[in-house]
């Protein structure tokens, strides 16, 4: 379903809770009334377009059909991917290792098999902050500095090389390990720990790794769906007119 | 895995949700032409495909594969279909009940192919006294010379490993190992 601006928020809302923390990084918070999500926007100065296409990528994941992705601005994009990281790293993460601690506390599995689940995503916690670090530190500017020689039409020579060697493209695969991971982590939980006596702490867990799954699954499609071809197609036209000269 | 290979979209989007409804747990595809299949056959293993009776020459690739249960698809019911062949085609032009009826015959014996049954099941002895060195942390090319078998070999093991567990990352793998008692703490 298409989500467009004559929708009520609340109607958005209610469509797929999900969206939630995506309003949230959008700048829109709760409390809407009956507004519809021109109104909010609007009002809370958050640009429309911008807001479609990040909550219909979000749900829908063929995004080429009808966004008007062309218009968005790659600024407001890395501001937003920014904004997940620090979703990630500051609520969902600790949220999820509440849980797993939850459950050594009520004996729902023994010390080593507790043992062997928390270091899984202790490493898991260590590698996703990297990854965020290496786009925050050296994708995102890189970016932005594509971005900036396209709008401005001057392409210093330090950027150019770059564009040879180290190309958006080559950045693209970064993703997938952070996913199997995640996923390897559901696995484990649903299917190979030892029975539980009570299912409840466990699906807690569960829960929040299947939530924080879609949102980086999320992440992810905005990155390799938006960002990168964006990206992708001013590069090869800085190329093309540098090479004119 | 099945494969949907049929022309009209609308045909093929509704057959696609009706399998949908009816199982789960496979993973279907949809795919247009037989540069797609030629594709697909490389990367993955159907073993259900749907195709257009009138298009099976463009298909013919699929024939060769003896492991696939290949269902032709006929507009409307014809009267040259020996009790034989009933299984392996789709009448379209049925009610729900006797397309569900038509189906469900291909989802049995998609289920019950031996071939299907023999990749489904459990870890190998092999599988697991692979899976025993990559959860110890072992490279592809050492457990190829400490098992006398070629790289390329632990590779096709490792991708199977990772299909019946559900399991990608050598982390994770290292834990099932630990949880189903293939390794030792201590060993680590």
């Known amino acids: ?245 | 895995m099945i494969v949907i290979a049929i022309k009209d979209f609308i045909i093929r989007k509704g057959l696609e949700s009706i399998l949908r409804k009816n199982n789960m747990q496979h993973k279907i595809i949809c795919i247009k032409s037989s540069l797609e299949l030629k594709q697909l056959l490389l990367d993955e293993r159907p073993r259900l495909v749907y195709v257009d009776n009138n298009r099976l020459e463009e298909f013919s690739l699929l024939q060769k594969e003896k492991a696939i249960i290949l269902v032709e698809i006929f507009k409307e019911k014809t009267s040259v279909h020996s009790a034989n062949t009933m299984n392996h085609i789709l009448c379209i032009d049925g009610e729900e009940v006797e397309i569900n009826r038509q189906i469900k015959q291909h989802l049995d014996l998609y289920e019950n192919s031996a071939e299907r049954k023999k990749s489904d099941s459990e870890l190998s002895d092999r599988e697991t006294d692979i899976l025993r060195e990559v959860a110890l942390g072992k490279t592809n090319k050492e457990i190829a010379d400490y098992l006398f078998i070629s790289a390329h070999t632990v590779i096709t093991h490792r991708k199977n490993i990772t299909r019946k567990l559900g399991i990608k990352t050598v982390s994770g793998l290292t834990v099932y190992a630990i949880l189903n008692k293939i390794i030792q703490m201590e060993e680590m």
């Open chain 1, 1 to 245: 379903m298409y989500i467009d601006k004559d929708m009520k928020m609340a109607d958005a809302i209610h469509y797929n809770y999900l969206l939630l923390p995506v309003i949230n990084r959008l700048g829109v918070q709760l409390g809407f009334g009956d507004k519809n999500i021109e109104k909010v926007c609007q009002e809370e100065e958050v640009d429309l377009d911008f807001f479609l296409v990040i909550i219909n990528a979000f749900l829908d994941h063929d995004l080429n059909k009808t966004l008007k992705i062309q218009s968005v601005s790659i600024e407001k994009i890395v501001d937003y991917l920014k904004a997940t990281h620090q979703f990630y790293l500051e609520q969902m993460i600790p949220e999820v290792e509440n849980r797993i601690n939850a459950l050594i506390q009520n004996f729902d599995i023994n010390q080593n098999q507790f043992l062997l689940v928390k270091n899984f995503f202790e490493e898991y916690k260590k590698e996703l902050y990297l990854h965020t670090q290496l786009e925050e530190k050296t994708v995102y500017p890189y970016v932005v500095d594509v971005y900036q020689a396209y709008q401005s039409h001057q392409l210093s020579q330090e950027l150019l090389d770059r564009i040879k060697d180290y190309p958006i493209n080559s950045y693209a695969q970064e993703h997938s390990d952070i996913e199997s991971k995640l996923f390897d982590l559901k696995n484990i939980l649903i299917k190979y720990l030892p029975q539980p006596k009570h299912s409840y702490q466990r699906n807690q867990v569960l829960t929040a790794l299947f939530k924080m799954e879609n949102d980086i699954n999320d992440h992810s499609r905005i990155e390799n769906m938006v960002l990168v071809p964006m990206i992708s197609e001013m590069e090869k036209q800085l190329l093309t007119k540098s090479a004119q000269k």
